[in-house]
């Protein structure tokens, strides 16, 4: 008998969070007929040793340089059997109540592909989580569910494939912009669904690690992947910040030519005024630029990122059955 819901938990070296976030899915697995796949990115830690203790299917990447974001979702696809399925990362809690209740709205409503609640950020000590933590979420019909969501399967085959292997970040809002593109909804409700202990790192190391991992490739990779598809402009609209940054260098570069230092001059310093008056902070401000500046280059080397086919199977074996 095929399982009622598939939970993919995705992991890479999270021997600190995955006994929490496995704690947790074990209560699901006692409202719902549940299986759980923990897709793994070839921790080096004692993940694998921690997550071998639980009842449950672990699979791992063969090869190091397949690690994406995307690839995690795709990976635990490729070995889901349920009727619906959970994106769950390895530092997060899931509540079973929001399971039961995404359930049944995805049964209600034939045209529903998705369904997400609230999250609850836990450590906030930098200022890209303090952010998150403080941003308000838009209740009712969305573009894209982030942070986790509950998919049906039917949906995310329409759809073509669960997750962009090619996407090191960004994968949940590629998904939504092709889900809504064949004409299915996406919902998000007001029911706690996830807890998320996010990185403890400083903001400045944060952001320096995502450059390394090439987490800020992921708006790149994006625009490149959507070149063609009916979602193009608003991959485009997803990414307009750093489009305009790139169009307002372009123009200070043009009277940097000419000469006229002036200019630039007024330009920038207006800028930093108003992200200071905008942030009530010249701290937040002087790193929101920095962030962006950092991902403008992530976007630029991400667009020129050769892609894989999305459709190709994963390399991967299976850890423990």
């Not at 994968?171 to 029911?191: P, Y």
């Not at 979602?231 to 200070?252: Q, R, S």
């Not at 000419?258 to 920038?268: C, F, K, Y």
């Not at 403008?296 to 199977?313: A, F």
């Amino acid at each position: 008998m095929k399982p009622t819901l598939s939970i993919i938990i995705k992991t890479l070296n999270e021997e600190k969070n995955i006994e929490r976030c496995l704690d947790s899915v074990v209560k699901v697995a006692k409202a719902i007929d549940t299986e759980v796949i923990l897709a793994d990115s070839l921790s080096t830690d004692k993940t694998l040793d921690k997550a071998s203790q639980y009842p449950i299917k672990i699979v791992q990447l063969e090869h190091a340089d397949d690690r994406s974001c995307g690839v995690g979702p795709q990976l635990g696809f490729q070995y889901a059997e349920g009727d619906y399925i959970y994106i769950l990362d390895g530092d997060m809690e899931i509540n079973p109540e929001f399971l039961v209740t995404a359930i049944a709205k995805l049964e209600a409503n034939p045209l529903l592909a998705g369904v997400a609640g609230s999250v609850k950020e836990m450590c906030i000590e930098n200022l890209v989580f303090k952010k998150r933590a403080q941003k308000e979420f838009k209740y009712g019909n969305v573009g894209h569910l982030a942070m986790g969501g509950l998919y049906k399967r039917k949906a995310v085959e329409d759809a073509g494939y669960f997750s962009n292997i090619n996407l090191h970040s960004f994968e949940e809002l590629e998904l939504g912009l092709r889900l809504v593109a064949k004409g299915w909804t996406l919902e998000r409700i007001n029911v706690p669904a996830v807890k998320h202990h996010g990185h403890t790192d400083t903001s400045l190391r944060l952001i320096l690690k995502r450059l390394k991992t090439k987490y800020v490739y992921g708006y790149g990779e994006l625009i490149r992947s959507a070149m063609g598809k009916p979602y193009f402009l608003k991959t485009l609209w997803n990414a307009k910040i750093l489009l305009a940054t790139l169009i307002l260098w372009g123009v200070i570069a043009v009277f940097l030519i000419n000469g006229d230092i002036t200019l630039p001059i007024t330009i920038i310093s207006s800028g930093m005024i108003f992200m200071t008056v905008k942030k009530r902070s010249f701290k937040e401000a002087l790193f929101s630029v920095f962030a962006w500046h950092i991902e403008l280059v992530g976007l630029i080397l991400g667009l020129l990122r050769q892609p894989k086919n999305t459709h190709s199977k994963i390399a991967a074996k299976v850890i423990q059955k």
